[in-house]
C-alpha cells in the first residue's frame, strides 16, 4: 500500500503561482510514473501533467508554458509548479502515482488539494 500526501493548495489571484507538492510513502516498490489530475465542480477528473521515472514529461493543453512538473525521486515526491494562475483552473488536484509490482503497475491517488484562483 502506498500513501500519496498532497501539500499546497490554497487561495491566490489571477496571475499569481503556486507550488504543489506531493510525497509518497509506505510499501513501495519501483514508482514509475507521477502525476497530477484536477477536478473542478461538474467536470470529470483530467490529466495535468505527468511525469515518468526518467525524467519525460506531458502536460494537458491547457496547462503548457504555465505548469511545470518535476519529481525528485530519492524522496518520492513530485511537485507542480503553477504559474500565471488562471480562474479556470480553479479545482481539486490530485496526486498520483504508478508502483511497479510484480510486474504490474499499481495507480495510487493521494486526498486531494484546493486550488482556487480568484479573478
Known amino acids: 500500500q502506498v500513501q500519496l500526501v498532497e501539500s499546497g493548495g490554497g487561495l491566490v489571484q489571477a496571475g499569481g503561482s503556486l507550488r504543489l507538492s506531493c510525497a509518497a510513502s509506505?510499501?513501495?516498490?519501483?514508482?514509475?510514473?507521477m502525476g497530477w489530475y484536477r477536478q473542478a465542480p461538474g467536470k470529470q477528473r483530467d490529466l495535468v501533467a505527468v511525469?515518468?521515472?526518467?525524467?519525460?514529461?506531458n502536460y494537458a493543453d491547457s496547462v503548457k508554458g504555465r505548469f511545470t512538473i518535476s519529481r525528485d525521486n530519492a524522496k518520492n515526491t513530485v511537485y507542480l509548479q503553477m504559474n500565471s494562475l488562471k480562474p479556470e483552473d480553479t479545482a481539486v488536484y490530485y496526486c498520483?502515482?504508478?508502483?511497479?509490482?510484480?510486474?504490474?503497475?499499481?495507480?495510487?491517488w493521494g486526498q486531494g488539494t484546493q486550488v482556487t484562483v480568484s479573478s
Open positions: 498520483n502515482a504508478a508502483d511497479r509490482r510484480y510486474n504490474r503497475n499499481y495507480n495510487y
Open positions: 509506505g510499501s513501495i516498490f519501483v514508482i514509475t510514473d
Open positions: 511525469i515518468a521515472g526518467g525524467g519525460t514529461t
